[in-house]
């Protein structure tokens, strides 16, 4: 705690409030007793001066283009570290040491395998249905298939409920895929990695050997690590806003998904892909830049801005250098989806509009192309995303659950409704 303080004037009154420093990063103005001191509440659409919790998780300095998680830069994470590594050093704070980190390993595989009953389940979706909106049903019903893990007053019931959460995603993931397109379902394999064992459930089919190539495993963990948490994005409060009122945490993680599901968040890389399909060819990017300039044009360009990126997001340079090993390593040289993104990507950074509004590609922009390569069809991106987030949902939820002073959050408003009046029977009205 610091002892600078904030004073406001308001109707005549002065008052005094405490700002709180974090360890790095902007400080906050505590206004917690504003309503009680003066009667007001503050206002601000899109919480983008608000911060809603402390968090020792994640940090981001949107201007220098910095992330980090519990202090490690997510660069050196991604290019030194595995996915289920920056699992636990997102729920515990530090990074494993090797028996942790084999141990922890071990937990995680041992969870794999999903209730069979949940085979049942899925059959209950149509084929088309999109397999976020799968996603979405099926991790809410997890809570059905694991009463025993659903009290969140127990911590031993808690670590088990984050164990099979991480662990299950995937599995659930591969099998939104595979009854989306009609294969059978490809049950987990323990001896293999997260990623490598993944990509098996997704692509291996039971009348084939299925070989992983360690590359394409490899930029798969590094997909997963980069999209791991993100501090309080609109999903992560989500899952917050959720636990808050004591909700089990599969409730809570279907909640996120369902957030992340929207084009503005996690669909961008579905829209992203989309939205280069649509362009084509290079020759048609002025158009298209036009569009996304022109006022009366609801049209934006997909994976371009961030919420708190005003720099280039750390994130999709990682990204840009794994969407060239893919495609290398799959041989796959004129892909014209990345020759009409480089080219976007060059005359965004240089058109005036994009600089002076401090838009740069995020991560999204890159990771379709990617995805795409690894044999994905885009309906699946924003399920991949779900599933390497899940981690940070877990880790920001269970945080949130062990802080003494957490409170169900509950934000106010600005009424701009109609005043009191009196109900006008149905043969009065005109
Ligand atoms: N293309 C064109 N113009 C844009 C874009 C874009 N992609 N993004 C923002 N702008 C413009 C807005 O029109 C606005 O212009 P104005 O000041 O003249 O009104 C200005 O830049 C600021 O934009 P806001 O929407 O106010 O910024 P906000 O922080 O609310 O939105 C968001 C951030 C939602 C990410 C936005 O940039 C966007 O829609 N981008 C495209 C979708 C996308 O890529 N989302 C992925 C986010 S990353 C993630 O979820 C992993």
Redesign the pocket.
Known sequence: MSDKTAKLSLSGGEHEFSVHDGTIGPSVVDISSLYKETGAFTYDP?FTSTASCDSKITFIDGDEGTLLHRGYPIEQLAEQGDFLEVCYLLLYGELPTKTQKHDFDYRVTRHTMVHEQMMRFFTGFRRDAHPMAVMCGTVGALSAFYHDSTDISDPHQRMVASMRMIAKMPTIAAMAYKYHIGQPFVYPQNDLDYASNFLRMCFAVPCEEYQVNPVLARAMDRIFILHADHEQNASTSTVRLAGSSGANPFACIAAGIACLWGP???G?NEA?LNMLGEIGSVDRIPEYIAR?KDKNDPF????????VYKNYDPRAKIMQKTTHEVLGELGIKDDPLLEVAMELEKIALHDDYFVE?K?YP???FYSGITLRALGFPTTMFTVLFAVARTVGWIAQWKEMIEDPSQRIGRPRQLYTGEPKRDYVPMNKRS
């Open positions: 899109g503005a968040h996690g961008a992203a996304a934006r360009l997909m994976g371009f801005g961030h919420r509004k838009l995020n991560i999204d």
